[in-house]
């Protein structure tokens, strides 16, 4: 990838004649089989410039409690937007098409439009859950029914395609608009692409440039993309097999608590409530004997599995984890 990197061919993105990112923006629109795609620096960029370009101020977005553009992305629908935010509780990350048509807001002068469904697909604070297309095209016969749109954070649409055999354009084929991550279980070091329309791209060019992402040489980031999905699509199944094995282990250790139906992709969360003690203490212990993994709410920890964590790693974590006295 870095050879990749250094050997770019590259233009100004600016200008739109870097030939290397159109090169991705050519091989990512045919993989998921859309119009039009634009690399963007960031995820949280990618879903904030779509939802931006989709929509009016004042309307309303319909979205699951704990998704990424909730939690993890500054107030962004409402700040850059001016979007009021709707949330669904849910118990695997999932709304239903029912919870959306008891969400619709009926026409009338004092309540905001509802006019956007935002999903993430897979989902990262639920532990890597997969949204089930059957519901996702229920959900799309709703939107149709109530003239909603639909934004798809598939950040990890790339793991959820692993592990069913989905292919890719299936999966973005009811949404309006589409953002996906180059890094993560890809393994890029930077960038995320916004896919859809022609039309919807054109204006979310301009988008881009109102955020600060437009860019000069892109290609150098571009060229590392396009390895990663050259080369790491394919063995994305291995993180989650890996995933598994490391969820079983750690679900043995004491005062530790898996939810087995939520390893479903590379993704595992702990529950350490039954330690009594708090992420932090958890960490720093597990840190000094080399394991490092992230705190994810007041009693939760977070471990991902990826392209430089092999089946020894996972096992190795879950020895010296159980060797630690908590």
Same mark, same amino acid.
Not at 38 to 46: A, E, R, Y
Not at 63 to 75: F, G, L, S
Not at 116 to 124: D, G, L, Q, Y
């Given at each position: 990838?870095?050879?990749?990197?250094?050997?770019? #061919?590259?233009?100004?993105?600016?200008?739109?004649?870097?030939?290397? $990112?159109?090169?991705?923006?050519?091989?990512?629109?045919?993989?998921?089989?859309?119009?039009?795609?634009?690399?963007?620096?960031?995820?949280?960029?990618? +879903?904030?410039?779509?939802?931006?370009?989709?929509?009016?101020?004042?309307? =309303?977005?319909?979205?699951?409690?704990?998704?990424?553009?909730? +939690?993890?992305?500054?107030?962004?629908?409402?700040?850059?937007?001016?979007?009021?935010?709707?949330? @669904?509780?849910? =118990?695997?990350?999932?709304?239903?098409?029912?919870?959306?048509?008891?969400?619709?807001?009926?026409?009338?002068?004092?309540?905001?439009?509802?006019?956007?469904?935002? @999903? =993430?697909?897979?989902?990262?604070?639920?532990?890597?859950?997969?949204?089930?297309?059957?519901?996702?095209?229920?959900?799309?016969? $709703?939107?149709?029914?109530?003239?909603?749109?639909?934004?798809?954070?598939?950040?990890?649409?790339? +793991?959820?395609?692993?592990?069913?055999?989905?292919?890719?354009?299936?999966?973005?084929?009811?949404?309006?608009?589409?953002?996906?991550?180059?890094?993560?279980?890809?393994?890029?070091?930077?960038?995320?692409?916004?896919?859809?329309?022609?039309?919807?791209?054109?204006?979310?060019?301009?988008?881009?440039?109102?955020?600060?992402?437009?860019?000069?040489?892109?290609? @150098?980031?571009?060229?590392?993309?396009?390895?990663?999905?050259? +080369?790491?699509?394919?063995?994305?199944? #291995?993180?989650?097999?890996?995933?598994?094995?490391?969820? =079983?282990?750690?679900?043995?250790?004491?005062?530790?608590?898996?939810?087995?139906?939520?390893?479903?992709?590379?993704?595992?969360? $702990?529950? @350490?409530?039954?330690?009594?003690?708090?992420?932090?203490?958890?960490?720093?212990?597990?840190?000094?004997?080399?394991?490092?993994?992230?705190?994810?709410?007041?009693?939760?920890?977070?471990?991902?599995?990826?392209?430089?964590?092999?089946?020894?790693?996972? #096992?190795?974590?879950?020895?010296?984890?159980?060797?630690?006295?908590?």
């Amino acid at each position: 990838m870095r050879r990749a990197i250094a050997e770019a #061919e590259v233009g100004d993105d600016v200008f739109r004649d870097d030939p290397t $990112v159109m090169r991705l923006e050519a091989t990512i629109s045919e993989l998921f089989s859309t119009e039009a795609a634009i690399f963007v620096p960031s995820g949280t960029m990618g +879903n904030q410039a779509a939802l931006k370009t989709l929509s009016e101020p004042g309307w =309303e977005i319909l979205c699951e409690r704990d998704c990424h553009i909730v +939690n993890y992305e500054t107030a962004g629908p409402a700040i850059h937007s001016s979007l009021l935010v709707n949330m @669904i509780d849910t =118990e695997y990350g999932v709304m239903t098409a029912e919870q959306i048509e008891n969400s619709v807001r009926e026409p009338n002068i004092h309540s905001p439009i509802t006019k956007i469904v935002a @999903i =993430e697909n897979t989902h990262n604070r639920h532990g890597g859950t997969i949204y089930p297309l059957d519901e996702i095209l229920k959900i799309r016969e $709703v939107a149709d029914r109530h003239g909603l749109l639909m934004h798809l954070d598939g950040a990890r649409i790339w +793991n959820a395609h692993a592990a069913t055999g989905i292919p890719l354009a299936d999966w973005v084929k009811p949404f309006d608009s589409v953002s996906v991550c180059m890094s993560k279980g890809l393994g890029a070091p930077v960038g995320s692409m916004i896919l859809g329309s022609k039309d919807f791209i054109e204006k979310a060019l301009r988008t881009r440039k109102l955020f600060g992402g437009a860019m000069r040489q892109t290609g @150098i980031l571009a060229a590392a993309a396009l390895y990663a999905i050259k +080369n790491n699509i394919g063995r994305l199944t #291995e993180d989650h097999a890996n995933a598994r094995v490391l969820a =079983e282990g750690l679900g043995r250790v004491d005062g530790f608590t898996v939810d087995m139906k939520r390893v479903q992709t590379n993704i595992i969360l $702990v529950d @350490i409530a039954g330690t009594w003690k708090t992420p932090a203490e958890i960490l720093n212990a597990m840190k000094e004997k080399g394991v490092l993994a992230v705190p994810f709410g007041r009693t939760r920890l977070r471990f991902v599995t990826h392209l430089d964590v092999t089946r020894e790693d996972c #096992e190795k974590a879950v020895e010296i984890i159980s060797d630690i006295k908590f």
